[in-house]
C-alpha cells in the first residue's frame, strides 16, 4: 500500500493566467480539487512543500491527505502537474478526491528490475518499451511503481503486459495484454567495409619483388 503524504493548501479566490503568475512570484502554485457531484474546488499550493513532500516517491500519481485551511484531510489522488518546460517550475496541478471504498484506474510506472541473461551473456540490449501500466484498485492499494523482472530474458525475446503479475484480488489490469514491455535486442554486428573503404587498407606482400639487375 502507499502511504499517504500531506499537504496543506489555501482557498483560491481568483483565478486567469495574471493571478497564476503573481502565485508563482510568491512561490506558490494554482490547484483544483475535483470531487463527485462537485464543483472544483480552486486551492493554491507552496512548491516549496509539495516538492518537499514528494522527494523519495516516483510517481506523481499518489493519494495525499490535502488539508485545505485547516478543515479536516481529504483524501486526493494528485492526477496531473504540469511543469515549465523550460525552468521545471510547477505551473498547476489538479487533485480528485477519492472514496477509500470505491476502486479507481489509475496509470502505474512499470519498473524494470535484474539483468536479463541475454544481457549478461549474450551482449544483448535491454529496451524498455512500455512506461506505464493502467490499473483498477482499491485507493488503499494503489502502487507507485510495478516491478517486473526481466532477468529470464534471452536475447529476441520480449515481456507483455500480460506477463506482469499481479495479486487478481487487489488488482485488474486494464491496458492490452499485447502491449510489449521490455525485450533484449540482438547485439550490433559491424557492417563490413566496402568500396573506398576497404581499399584504404594496407597491401599484404606476399612475395618480395624482383631485385634490380
Known amino acids: 500500500m502507499a502511504e499517504a503524504i500531506k499537504i496543506n493548501a489555501a482557498k483560491r479566490a481568483v483565478k486567469g493566467s495574471s493571478a497564476g503568475r503573481r502565485l508563482r512570484r510568491q512561490g506558490l502554485f494554482p490547484g483544483v480539487v475535483y470531487s463527485a457531484g462537485k464543483p472544483g474546488q480552486n486551492i493554491q499550493v507552496s512548491e516549496h512543500e509539495f516538492r518537499k513532500s514528494l522527494q523519495g ?3 506523481e500519481h499518489i493519494l ?3 488539508e485545505i485551511d485547516g478543515a479536516g484531510a481529504l483524501k486526493v489522488l494528485l492526477q496531473d502537474v504540469q511543469h515549465n ?4 517550475q510547477i505551473m498547476h ?3 480528485h478526491e477519492v472514496s477509500m471504498t470505491e476502486k ?3 496509470e502505474v510506472v512499470i519498473e ?4 536479463p541473461v541475454g544481457v549478461s551473456m549474450g551482449g544483448g540490449v535491454l529496451e524498455h518499451l512500455a512506461r506505464e501500466v493502467e490499473i483498477e484498485c482499491l ?3 494503489l502502487m507507485e511503481t510495478i516491478k517486473v ?3 529470464g530474458l534471452d536475447v529476441g525475446e520480449s515481456m507483455t503486459v500480460s506477463d506482469i503479475q499481479l495479486d487478481t484480488s487487489k488488482y485488474h489490469i486494464i491496458s492490452d495484454g499485447d502491449v510489449a514491455v521490455a525485450m533484449v535486442a540482438a547485439p550490433t554486428v559491424e557492417a563490413p567495409k566496402e568500396g573506398a573503404e576497404a581499399a584504404a587498407e594496407p597491401e599484404v606482400l606476399t612475395a618480395k619483388k624482383e631485385e634490380a639487375k
Open 64 to 66: 495525499m491527505d490535502l
Open 112 to 115: 524494470l528490475v535484474g539483468t
Open 149 to 151: 523482472d526481466v532477468s
Open 57 to 59: 516517491h516516483s510517481s
Open 93 to 95: 496541478a489538479d487533485f
Open 139 to 141: 485507493p488503499g492499494d
Open 85 to 88: 518546460a523550460l525552468t521545471g
Open 104 to 106: 479507481l484506474r489509475v
